[in-house]
């Protein structure tokens, strides 16, 4: 604040800071009052790419195996992730619903094999319920009749990777800010992210505005459960969805979305053919590695696969006339991030090649999972990014 119309001294620090000299060639200059230091750097929020991919990488890790203790090992480290790494933001508390939902395929998959009954033969017959005959032409589909612990294990087996896989992904999303991974995406895929991004955010704006109304009924006495808590609670979300939609669409228009630019007609047909290829080459690149006969086959066309689409991305780009403002850094902690659940990944990989009986336990005998120990160990280099990255209390304000 000045004083008799003279300027407020700067304090010791800022003139110090000011005054810091950097080294450049020919000499040295003095660091401009706005330029970031080392700290900042270091307490800078990590590129949200490496968090998905981090999180695709478990959850591909997650696809390799059926066994139970390696699965829950799995849910742990991204569990510990997202409890240490979690940022204090509405987006973020989207983690429980999807363990939730996680939680809800279980136990769907459970009821279906109970009703349904089960192709796995099993000796150890848990209940038997009432079988409801059916005509000839249903044969092979049975309502009722024996429940066994086999049947029921090899669907718990089964539907626990589809969990691991869900929550893996509501890792992703509680950790990753959307509107910074949209500003990372290529300029062909702008559109298309807008459209991704307004997707994953609406269930977190969601559940928000309804945690927030029941609050403050609770606070007011009034009824927040039942019927007519969930009517009087429904419409002040849906006039607030449809208050950001309208919100939405007016900063879109303001900002020119959709607006491309002219490119020659032979560079559009080559972005076209080499995105389309590419894709198809991922495809059948992938579904070699997934499968015994296409091992031969599988890395050699998903790398030729992924070179041309990126490729394609990288010509379709052209047509996008914005720019990025504050681009995110993928420095050496987005590396380490990604590199984890990389190694996580190829580590489940080669144990299902050398050792697929540890990796995929069988029900029949009934047996108890055994763990196997280096799987377990690499699984646990998942937990790199805790101890990589900065904490949710120090990290920098995340641009929004």
């Known amino acids: 604040m000045p004083l008799n119309g003279q300027p407020a001294e700067p304090s010791a620090g800022s003139r110090a800071a000011e005054a810091a000299p950097v080294p450049q060639r020919g000499g040295t200059r003095r660091a401009p ?9 270091r307490t800078a929020p990590l590129h949200p ?14 696809t390799r195996t059926t066994n139970p203790l390696l699965l829950a090992l799995l849910v742990a480290v991204s569990a510990y992730v997202v409890i240490s790494r979690r940022p204090h933001a509405p987006w973020s508390r989207s983690y429980g619903a999807f363990v939730k939902l996680a939680l809800a395929v279980l136990v769907i998959r459970l009821l279906f094999t109970t009703v349904l009954g089960s192709p796995i033969p099993g000796t150890h017959t848990l209940v038997t319920l009432p079988e409801v005959p059916l005509p000839d032409w249903a044969q092979g589909i049975r309502l009722g009749g024996r429940v066994t612990a086999e049947g029921l294990a090899f669907a718990l087996y089964d539907a626990m990777k589809l969990a691991t896989l869900l929550i893996c992904v509501g890792a992703a999303n509680a950790l990753a800010n959307p509107s910074r991974l949209l500003k990372s995406l ?22 928000a505005d309804v945690q927030r109304l029941r609050a403050a009924r609770r606070l007011r006495g009034r009824p927040d459960n039942g019927v007519r808590g969930l009517l009087q609670v429904g419409l002040p979300v849906l006039e607030g969805a449809l208050e950001r939609s309208v919100a939405l669409a007016a900063a879109m228009d303001a900002r020119g979305y959709g607006r491309t630019a002219q490119v020659p007609t032979a560079v559009r047909r080559t ?26 086959y599988g890395i050699p066309v998903l790398a030729v696969g992924l070179a041309a689409a990126l490729t394609g991305l990288w010509l379709g780009g052209r047509r996008t006339v914005r720019t990025r403002y504050r681009p995110d850094r993928w420095d050496a902690r987005a590396w380490l991030v990604a590199g984890s659940g990389a190694a996580v990944a190829a580590a489940l990989f080669l144990a299902a090649a050398r050792d697929p009986a540890a990796l995929h336990p069988g029900v029949v005998p009934l047996v108890a999972p055994s763990l196997p120990l280096w799987p377990a160990a690499a699984i646990l280099v998942g937990l790199l990014p805790a101890f990589v990255t900065p904490a949710p209390e120090t990290a920098a304000k995340e641009p929004s």
Request: net charge positive.
């Open 33 to 41: 009052a706005g330029a970031p230091t080392r700290r900042h750097q």
């Open 49 to 62: 790419g490496a968090w998905w991919l981090w999180a695709l990488s478990l959850g591909t890790a997650a």
């Open 186 to 207: 290529p300029g062909a895929l702008y559109e298309m992210g807008v459209a991704v991004v307004v997707a994953l955010t609406f269930a977190p704006n969601l559940i």
């Open 271 to 296: 972005t076209a053919a080499l995105t389309l290829g590419g894709l198809l080459g991922v495809c059948a690149g992938t579904y070699g590695l997934l499968t015994a006969a296409g091992g031969t």
